[in-house]
């Protein structure tokens, strides 16, 4: 079945510095969307990509959508501590459009 | 305007009971998906319905998990004879739109979550 992997699984940096997440699918994805769970929290719909090569960009995150459709990337300038959480990318292949299959998450500490 | 509320928000059961999981979706939102997490793990696909049409359980662990949402609103997951692998929390998620093949798709909306601890 589908399988979507994300690396690092957790990554600790200092306010200020850059953070990314990578996301692999093991088949071709016909959108990707992101989301941030808060410690305690449940996701929160961040963004989604539906073309290849794609790039969008929210303030100080940038997201990117691989030329194949089987990668994707978020990149946070310059963290802060609001940024803390787990990062999950979810995509659904195009065979089977209801199945949203999250990634296995990267968690960000972000210390002062 | 109101979420995505899901009860109980903590389950405690004893192996061997039945527990029922409720979700009430953001009103007119037509898909609505079942999500379990494991501690430190992302959420897994249960099951996915389209109004009251449940189109895919494949994500159901095995037939003691059984999912409903009769009149295409609230939809209630149910577990019978519970074991301590079932212990997650249980995600309901609701979306505007009907989800399609190819392009794009609206967003979920999750709930809070229900924790079930099987003892």
């Known amino acids: 079945g589908q399988q979507v992997m994300q690396i690092p699984q957790y990554q600790h940096v200092q306010e200020g510095e850059d953070f990314t997440t990578y996301c692999n699918s093991s088949t071709t994805l016909s959108n990707i969307q992101w989301y941030k769970q808060r410690p305690g929290g449940h996701p929160v719909f961040l963004i989604q990509l539906v073309k290849s090569g794609e790039v969008k960009k929210q303030k100080r995150l940038t997201f990117q959508f691989g030329e194949a459709k089987k990668n994707s990337s978020l990149h946070i300038t310059a963290t802060q501590t609001t940024d803390v959480g787990t990062y999950f990318c979810?995509?659904?292949?195009?065979?089977?459009?209801?199945?949203?299959?999250f990634g296995t998450g990267t968690r960000l500490q972000v210390t002062l | 305007g109101a979420g995505v509320s899901q009860s109980p928000r903590y389950k405690v059961a004893k192996r061997g009971q039945d527990v029922a999981l409720r979700c009430d979706p953001i009103s007119g939102h037509v898909s609505l998906f079942w999500y379990q997490q494991a501690l430190g793990q992302g959420p897994e696909f249960l099951t996915y319905f389209q109004n009251e049409a449940q189109l895919d359980k494949s994500g159901l662990p095995s037939d003691r998990f059984f999912a409903e949402r009769p009149e295409g609103s609230v939809s209630t997951l149910k577990i019978q004879r519970t074991q301590q692998e079932d212990s997650a929390v249980y995600l309901c998620?609701?979306?505007?739109?009907?989800?399609?093949?190819?392009?794009?798709?609206?967003?979920?909306?999750f709930g809070n979550g229900t924790r079930l601890t099987v003892t």
């Open positions: 979810a995509g659904t292949n195009t065979g089977t459009a209801s199945k949203l299959t």
């Open positions: 998620a609701s979306s505007l739109a009907l989800y399609l093949q190819g392009g794009g798709n609206s967003p979920l909306h």
